[in-house]
């Protein structure tokens, strides 16, 4: 069974541009959460989508926003970026039966993400 | 305000010790997860639990609802285990809006 698929792994944008990162989950999950890493904030929850519809919001400016397409398969995107937006950029799935707080999580590899 | 305390920072072990990460949190939790990261990001999912106590190999993870803290212990531990260990909690039910810990690197030394 194939895991959680990310893309790009690498990309390298300049401040203003905007970027659209990949996930595919799991064959069967129909949760896809997404996650920002950063040395200096550590990991933070940005959103989380369930049956194509957003579940949840972390607090994160408007420029970050999401979508899940009905394969489960999740967007995210960031527009206008700023250097501060340099990170990696993780994704998770889990099966979603409906009490997701309570399912294991399995993690894509991540999208580096370098702002210049 | 929710939040999770993990301690210690960083902490260096001779293979074969035995190793406890600690973990605190807010009330009103509904899960527990303990995940492992090696260098390169990717991020392993070790234990998720919202009560007691769960193992696997070496690893076992235990959680006190009433003292609101749970921990990672690690026995017998080997380089290979050398990685950062988070926990994340996960709070208002149906969710997986994570908090996380700010994690602890874990050298094991031959």
């Known amino acids: 069974k194939a895991g959680v698929t990310q893309t790009p792994r690498y990309l390298i944008k300049t401040r203003g541009q905007q970027v659209t990162l990949s996930c595919s989950p799991i064959?069967?999950?129909?949760?896809v959460s997404w996650y920002q890493q950063t040395p200096g904030q550590g990991l933070q929850f940005l959103f989380e989508y369930f049956s194509e519809t957003q579940r949840n919001k972390g607090n994160f400016p408007g420029r970050f926003s999401g979508r899940q397409f009905s394969n489960s398969r999740s967007e995210m995107n960031v527009s206008t970026l700023e250097l501060g937006d340099s990170a990696l950029y993780l994704c998770a799935s889990s099966i979603g039966t409906g009490q997701t707080g309570n399912e294991k999580l399995f993690f894509g590899s991540g999208t580096q993400l370098s702002v210049l | 305000k929710n939040e999770v305390e993990q301690s210690p920072q960083n902490l260096t072990a001779q293979e074969g010790e035995f190793i406890t990460i600690n973990c605190s949190y807010s009330v009103g939790i509904s899960a527990l997860h303990w995940l492992q990261q090696h260098p390169g990001g990717g991020i392993v999912s070790l234990f998720m639990l919202s009560s007691g106590k769960k193992k696997h190999g070496r690893l076992i993870a235990t959680i006190n609802i009433q003292e609101k803290h749970s921990s990672l212990h690690i026995t017998a531990s080997h380089p290979r285990d050398s990685a950062v260990y988070i926990c994340a909690a996960s709070y208002g039910g149906a969710t997986n809006k994570l908090i996380f810990g700010t994690g602890t690197l874990l050298a094991v030394q031959p």
């Open positions: 064959s069967g999950h129909r949760s």
